[in-house]
């Protein structure tokens, strides 16, 4: 095989996107081929933008033994993604996923399972955040433990901002049955997935949402977080659509300086001295370690979407090493479901969680749901 064809599921915003990436030669050996999608406007913007050489389908079903495709990427509404990732998996189809993994870690866990049976399959998630050269340049002085072991952890991201006409511009969005949540699900799971990614996962949460703070709308606009981890490092997480201008900034803490992410720039304070060693040996009243600040250099451009998907198709046909397995989807995707569930229970939360309790909970959140969207007639 020397291209990979692929079938894109799901024609919204970011389907769309992913479309014109590929039939726009961003994909190096990956090949459009077919694509679907139940509105009957999206399908006939295929075929007018797309070409006539890529199938239109309007049933899942009908593109997966189209015979058309190698692997699909799946860029439909959340609920779907673990769904539509295991027909495909059992057809053995490569499979892409957009994020989340999906709204909740009981139908991603059943998603994991048939992924690990079919390992033969290459199975990622559309983690571009995990392309950016400051990112991974952070995470490398972490693992190589240059700045020792993590004391602290803090990420303020607030420059998701959105105005009430974005959660109005379509029913689905900002309900807890069309969406499963609000920021921690739709624009925060970056943020999430590489909190993880580079510090770990923490074994337990206590998190306050604020559920329509800023917007009418009924999931959650206002996150304060705080974690703690096994080695009894603490951090916090805060994120909000209802702040501007926002702040993104992610600051590590650890016994051999600092590391902070900041207008895409990575500063480094570097310790000459552990903190731990200098206070058992320091004798005076008050002092500190020698402390060198350092700008970082980075190299590289973070190649996004695109590179995602390259990645995912390189694996196919090289086995390279995939930069967002599919099966790591479940991390942030656990964070955000127990920030849910101490909000709800009013509790801490320890992970891994209660994977039937945080469903049932959001099963009661859809069913006792009695929020209607302005205009919309419901």
């Not at 994909?27 to 239109?56: F, H, M, Y």
């Not at 009908?62 to 495909?88: C, K, N, R």
């Not at 250099?297 to 198709?313: D, F, K, L, Q, Y």
Request: proline content about 4%.
């Amino acid at each position: 095989m020397d291209k990979v064809r692929i079938g894109l599921i799901g024609l919204g915003a970011i389907g769309i996107k992913h479309a014109n990436s590929l039939i726009g030669n961003k994909v190096p050996g990956g090949k459009l081929t077919a694509v679907c999608d139940s509105g009957p406007n999206r399908r006939q913007w295929a075929k007018e933008n797309l070409g006539e050489e890529i199938k239109v389908f309007d049933q899942v079903e009908a593109l997966l033994d189209s015979g058309l495709v190698d692997g699909v990427l799946v860029a439909t509404p959340h609920y779907t993604h673990p769904e539509l990732a295991i027909q495909a998996l059992e057809k053995g189809l490569h499979v892409l996923i957009e994020k989340p993994a999906g709204v909740y870690t009981k139908e991603v866990l059943r998603m994991n399972e048939v992924a690990a049976k079919n390992s033969d399959l290459v199975f990622g998630i559309m983690y571009n955040r995990r392309t950016s050269p400051v990112y991974r340049k952070l995470r490398d002085l972490v693992k190589d433990g240059e700045l020792g072991a993590i004391k602290r952890t803090n990420w303020i991201m607030t420059t998701w901002y959105r105005p009430q006409s974005y959660y109005d511009s379509g029913e689905w969005r900002a309900t807890w049955a069309g969406e499963g949540g609000g920021v921690l699900l739709n624009q925060a799971p970056h943020q999430l997935d590489l909190w993880q990614w580079i510090c770990g996962m923490p074994k337990r949460v206590r998190a306050f949402c604020a559920f329509g703070k800023y917007h009418q709308i009924e999931v959650e606009d206002d996150v304060t977080a705080y974690v703690e981890y096994e080695n009894g490092a603490t951090g916090v997480f805060i994120t909000s659509t209802g702040e501007t201008p926002g702040t993104d900034r992610l600051e590590i803490i650890g016994d051999r300086g600092k590391a902070v992410v900041e207008n895409g720039e990575l500063q480094f304070w570097r310790l000459r001295v552990s903190e731990r060693q200098f206070n058992q040996e320091y004798n005076g009243r008050i002092g500190e370690p020698e402390c060198w600040k350092c700008t970082v250099p980075i190299v590289g451009e973070e190649t996004a979407h695109a590179g995602i998907m390259s990645n995912w198709v390189e694996a196919i046909l090289k086995g390279t090493p995939v930069v967002a397995p599919g099966s790591e989807g479940i991390n942030g995707l656990e964070l955000s479901n127990a920030m849910y569930l101490s909000t709800w229970t009013d509790r801490w939360v320890e992970l891994p969680i209660d994977h039937d309790l945080f469903y049932e909970e959001l099963q009661k959140k859809i069913k006792n749901s009695t929020f209607k969207k302005a205009g919309s007639g419901e």
